[in-house]
């Protein structure tokens, strides 16, 4: 597989995504980070476990052990898919459907790390990520997840600016506003609800490009539904403007 392979994947929303899959030279780099850092937690831990002896021998050597296993999983399940290694070369982890990685899965991957790491080279991992069609390790296969290119937070910023959104998240004001409580948003079904809340919720970890395109097609759909509502400030806001008013009716 290539670093330019791509898999398109079906979003919560129903819209397309088309995601770059990280290939094994990406893969190798955030790989080799993340066992410098394991590394020197493991010295750290050594270190201090030194000065107690018997017990501090026996502590050392559980503490290696959830570093080496746990790091990854926390790591991966906790900032969204992304370890130091991930972070530095800009790929992350994510469920085979292109949602986030949950912590069962990111505990699954991580431990069966163990068997792609062998024969101490991590040639199993390296000829799974090669045959597969989505380069995915062992690991990957196991727990249903993929590892794909990462946008930079640059990336990012330029991408949300472009669209023009406040990016709000899910924190408009409970208690809307007099020109609010004008709109007509009747018309909103409970699927287009669903629909515009899903993104909502979830559109901090989709590419930036694929996510303003989610948005700008999710709002596009909704505008012949809705009465009132301003598109000033972008789509995402737009989405955020007719949920607040549709979910207080």
């Known amino acids: 597989m290539g670093v330019d392979d791509r898999v398109t994947l079906v979003s919560a929303e129903g819209i397309d995504l088309d995601l770059g899959l990280a ?35 026996a502590v050392y050597a559980i503490a290696g052990f959830l570093v080496l296993i746990g790091y990854p999983v926390v790591a ?38 163990l068997v792609d790491l062998l ?3 991590g040639l199993v991992g390296a000829i799974s990520i090669l045959v597969t069609p ?13 590892v794909v290119h990462d946008p930079t937070a640059r ?9 023009g959104n406040l990016d709000l998240g899910l924190s408009i004001a409970p208690v809307l506003s007099p020109e609010q409580a004008g709109w007509d948003v009747s018309a909103v079904t409970p699927d287009d609800l ?15 490009h694929h996510r303003a395109e989610l948005a700008d097609r999710i709002a596009r759909q ?23 008013a549709r979910s207080s009716r």
């Open 119 to 121: 024969p101490g080279v």
């Open 194 to 208: 669903v629909a515009a809340r899903s993104f909502l919720a979830r559109r901090h970890s989709i590419d930036p």
């Open 23 to 57: 290939g094994i030279g990406s893969r190798a780099a955030a790989l080799a980070i993340d066992l410098m850092v394991q590394v020197l937690l493991v010295v750290l831990f050594a270190r201090i476990a030194g000065g107690f002896g018997a017990i501090g021998a």
């Open 155 to 163: 990336a990012r910023r330029r991408a949300r600016t472009e669209a």
């Open 222 to 244: 909704l505008v012949p539904k809705v009465a009132g509502v301003p598109f000033d400030g972008g789509p995402e806001l737009f989405l955020e403007r007719v949920v607040s």
């Open 76 to 113: 991966e399940a906790a900032f969204d898919g992304r370890t130091l290694g991930k972070l530095a070369v800009g790929t992350r982890v994510v469920m085979d459907d292109g949602s986030p990685v949950t912590f069962v899965a990111a505990a699954i991957r991580g431990t069966v790390r």
């Open 134 to 146: 989505r380069s995915q390790r062992l690991g990957d296969l196991v727990a249903g997840t993929l």
